[in-house]
């Protein structure tokens, strides 16, 4: 089944200390995105991957890091979480002139 | 830049009632694509459907319509014969080559319109 999977699906933290949200995709696709979404604020962009090596910022990046050592995974890192970061994330993917398809989402609460 | 305005916070309709959600668009490209995707209680974003700039026809999927007018910048969604698992947030979306470094990438979203469809 083509699916964008996300982990772990929900993550209470405190602040400060590492964590990293993992995203998988098992369509090939070349593009790789992570969004955040905030009541009143709605989806913004955090960064973004064009292919594996590729990446660059999207809206709002402060705070967080991406990688992208291979074409299917796309990972999030906050290096040291702070309670502005709590927040429902999403991670995206697409073929280059496709729909972006998106993982379930994360919930994370940063205390 | 570019820019999705859902007037429509907040839609309560009976069920099988026809509804419409609108979406009003800005960007300066001539080359841009049109989304929309569902957000149901359960959290996850489902793609709907994209349209691109240079295709102005009027889609047909099911229940679902989409008008897309570039004379108004609008991109209205109406859902006939609502139901009650049609409840949900929806979201317009615009991607522009001008905003994405050439590519049709970057998503910009709307607030989103919450639909309740009561039984």
């Known amino acids: 089944e083509a699916q964008v999977t996300q982990n772990p699906r929900y993550l209470i933290t405190v602040t400060g200390k590492k964590l990293t949200v993992t995203c998988s995709q098992n369509?090939?696709?070349?593009?790789m995105s992570w969004y955040r979404q905030d009541p009143g604020l709605g989806l913004r962009q955090i960064y973004y991957?064009?292919?594996?090596?590729?990446?660059d910022k999207g809206d709002v990046p402060e705070g967080y890091k991406v990688s992208r050592k291979e074409k299917r995974n796309f990972p999030l890192i906050l290096e040291s979480p702070s309670p502005n970061q709590t927040s429902l994330y999403f991670c995206?993917?697409?073929?280059?002139?496709?729909?972006?398809?998106f993982g379930a989402g994360t919930r994370l609460s940063v205390l | 830049a570019q820019k999705v305005t859902q007037a429509q916070t907040e839609i309560s309709v009976v069920e099988k009632e026809d509804v419409t959600l609108d979406c009003v668009y800005e960007?300066?490209?001539?080359?841009?694509?049109l989304f929309w995707y569902k957000q149901p209680p359960s959290g996850e974003l489902v793609f709907l459907i994209r349209?691109?700039?240079?295709?102005?026809q009027n889609e047909i999927s099911g229940r679902y319509s989409w008008n897309f007018q570039k004379s108004t910048s609008s991109f209205n969604f109406t859902i006939t014969a609502s139901q009650v698992v049609d409840s949900a947030v929806y979201f317009c979306?615009?991607?522009?080559?001008?905003?994405?470094?050439?590519?049709?990438?970057?998503?910009?979203f709307g607030k989103g319109t919450l639909l309740t469809v009561n039984p």
């Open positions: 991957s064009m292919n594996v090596e590729v990446t």
């Open positions: 979306a615009l991607s522009d080559a001008r905003n994405s470094g050439g590519s049709n990438y970057k998503l910009t």
């Open positions: 369509m090939n696709h070349e593009y």
């Open positions: 960007t300066r490209d001539t080359t841009y694509y």
């Open positions: 349209r691109n700039s240079f295709d102005e």
């Open positions: 995206a993917s697409s073929f280059t002139s496709g729909p972006q398809y």
